[in-house]
């Protein structure tokens, strides 16, 4: 039987290399932001350290870092910054740790003497990445304009009679009446002294304490030196009280015996 051989034709095909390249993007985990809030007082008086603490919403997986951050807004009548308003740790900003599972943090800081407003800014990191809520984790601390404050008063004899060295501060920082009260000494009996340096004659010198650069470093704080001139009888006198006086009103006295 005859066949016919059957030839097979094979076309050549031609195979096509392709190359895929990837753009190799970096990528950062997506947090969600935390849920946290800052706690403080209302408000606060001078020279003190109130707490504030940073309270997250519920226990978190990892560990949480951050910051909290200070700002002042004076409220007085020559308004000014005041150095000594800081955290307790030193400075206006403060680094935060939270443990895994820790839903607390506390700090505490040191308010000054000028009245203003505090407030405390907080943010919040995980892995580097940013997780500080939406709404700002900040609270306000009111510091109030007070009547000043006498601290303490000194007393120095002159060769014209002495000196009364007053410590103080007033939060508005302002003083406008100065007033001491001389009592004599137990086996003298003669009635108590009173002298007032009003307005017109101290409330200047106040006012130029606190417009000064120098004054900035101390807040409100000041340091009056107030010369008294005696012609006799200056070993009767056995005490003094000094009060001062801002537009908030008179201060409590203090006392100073003379030695």
């Known amino acids: 039987m005859w066949s016919r051989p059957i030839r097979r034709l094979l076309r050549p095909v031609r195979l096509m ?7 190799a993007w970096p990528l950062r985990a997506q947090l969600a932001p935390v849920g946290a809030t800052l706690e403080c007082p209302a408000t606060a008086e001078p020279k003190q350290q109130p707490r504030v603490a940073l309270v997250l919403a519920g226990p978190y997986a990892g560990q949480l870092s951050g910051r909290l951050t200070l700002t002042f807004v004076p409220n007085a009548a020559i308004p000014s ?6 955290f307790s740790t030193g400075g206006r900003t403060a680094p935060l740790t939270l443990a895994a599972g820790s839903t607390r943090a506390e700090f505490s800081l040191q ?6 407003a505090i407030r ?9 990445v940013d997780v500080t809520p939406v709404a700002a984790v900040a609270c306000t601390i009111t510091m109030a304009r007070r009547v000043p404050a006498v601290t303490e008063v000194g007393i120095g004899y002159t060769a014209t009679g002495f000196n009364l060295s007053v410590t103080g ?9 100065a007033r001491f009260r001389f009592l004599p000494r137990p086996e003298y009996n003669w009635a108590p002294i009173e002298i007032v340096i009003p307005a017109e ?4 010198k106040f006012s130029d304490w606190y417009r000064s650069s120098a004054s900035a470093q101390f807040g409100s704080q000041f340091t009056l030196l107030q010369p ?3 012609d006799q009888n200056l070993h009767t006198v056995g005490s003094v009280y000094v ?7 008179l201060s409590a006295e203090q006392s100073a015996s003379f030695p």
């Open 17 to 23: 290399a392709f190359t895929l390249l990837v753009a």
């Open 169 to 177: 501060y007033s939060t508005p920082r302002q003083v406008t009446e």
């Open 81 to 86: 910054d005041d150095a000594s308003l800081q």
């Open 228 to 230: 008294f001139r005696v």
């Open 201 to 204: 004659t101290i409330a200047g």
């Open 111 to 116: 308010t000054g003497t000028v009245a203003g």
């Open 243 to 249: 009060s001062l006086r801002n537009q908030e009103g």
């Open 120 to 128: 405390i800014n907080a943010t919040l990191e995980a892995a580097g």
